[in-house]
């Protein structure tokens, strides 16, 4: 997509990057910095949403709840996203929370004013567009991947979609959020975890991931990955 000269922007947010130089700079007055904690709760379901976040590296995981206290994830949002989408959709909550999976920076503003920026139109509006049918693309297709495939496949999708975010193959996570986050019983990634870790694909140690065939593991993941993927990259022109 053409993009005007930018000027220095303080930040790593994908779609701030992306923005043309005149839009970008109507956020500026209304972009704060921010570091978001491990765990940190950026909205709940039902709570009106105050502010948007547009992640540099933290990580945010959107999740459902369920009345009997268990979760599974819904989608991820990192720096080629903004997590808050419902305020340009013309909802005020969502019932999903966002909660910081990876701890890190980020840019925010209060709803209201990209809810108002957005309302202009231009390329700010096209590029949420475009990124909302891409998480839309990642939530269903995560459903379907819940459903019909096996915690082998899902963890190796996963895990992948993680290390792309964190732009590392190596990141701190534990059995049992991954349990949650896949919406599982932790014996099973245990199982799913060592069978990787016996192929060669991955190192598990002390709490600590590490991918070491990263082409094995793509294999081994269903099509969901790809999908998700290709979708970013065709919508977007950027790594999803």
Known sequence: MPVSKQS??????????????????????H?????????????EAS???????????????????????????????SNNGMVGLPVILGGKSTTTTAFVQVAGGSSRMKAEHLKA???????????????????FTQVTQIAACNRLHTVEERLARWLL???????SDAFPLTQEFIAQMLGCRRSGVTVAAGTLSRAGMIRYKRGNITILDRS?????????????????????????
């Open 8 to 29: 220095h922007r303080p930040t790593a947010n994908k779609l701030l990057l992306t923005l043309p130089d005149p839009e970008y700079q109507r956020l500026v007055p």
């Open 47 to 77: 709570e009106p949403i105050t502010h948007v976040y547009f992640p540099d590296q933290a990580i945010v995981s959107l999740v459902c709840n369920q009345e009997d206290g268990s979760t599974v994830e819904a989608g991820i949002v």
């Open 31 to 43: 972009l704060e910095r921010v570091n978001l904690e491990l765990k940190q709760v950026l909205y």
């Open 117 to 135: 920026e957005f309302n202009r139109g231009g390329e700010l509006q096209s590029l949420l567009l475009r990124y909302t049918q891409a998480l």
């Open 161 to 167: 979609m993680v290390s792309d975010h964190v732009q």
């Open 216 to 240: 094995d593991l793509e294999d081994t993941s269903c099509e969901c990955y790809s999908i998700i993927k290709n979708e970013y990259a065709r919508l977007l022109e950027i790594q999803g």
